[in-house]
């Protein structure tokens, strides 16, 4: 079964980092555009960051400056880097891709199991 696999959340004191990463499991795929979304206790789920495959990003206001994508295509995998984190970045973070076979098939859009990522001193 075709997924995509998240990692890197965990417990963080204000104005610091982590790096989330998402990858295609098995790995005989290609993630396309990718986008990341959180959700917050209570709150509805909210668009984060998004990249292209030929590197355009974009994001959304509260985390620019702050977050960067970046992709290690030798690993086919797709990073959200968060610095100088702040409490209201307290989240489940999810990634969501459009995944491609290597033979250039579009097989869908699939979601990250999500990953907690908390902003607490």
């Known amino acids: 079964q075709v997924q995509l696999v998240e990692s890197g959340g965990g417990l963080v004191q204000p104005g610091g980092s982590l790096r989330l990463s998402c990858a295609p499991s098995?790995?005989?795929?290609?993630?396309?555009?990718m986008n990341w979304y959180r959700q917050a206790p209570g709150q509805e789920r909210e668009w984060v960051a998004a990249?292209?495959?030929?590197?355009?990003?974009s994001y959304t206001d509260s985390v620019k400056g702050r977050f960067a994508i970046s992709r290690d295509n030798t690993k086919n995998t797709v990073y959200l880097h968060m610095n100088n984190l702040k409490p209201e970045d307290t989240a489940v973070y999810y990634c969501?891709?459009?995944?491609?076979?290597?033979?250039?098939?579009?097989?869908?859009?699939?979601w990250g199991q999500g990953t907690q990522v908390t902003v607490s001193s």
């Open positions: 969501n891709g459009a995944m491609f076979r290597f033979s250039g098939v579009y097989i869908g859009d699939y």
């Open positions: 098995p790995s005989g795929f290609v993630i396309s555009t």
């Open positions: 990249s292209t495959s030929v590197g355009t990003t």
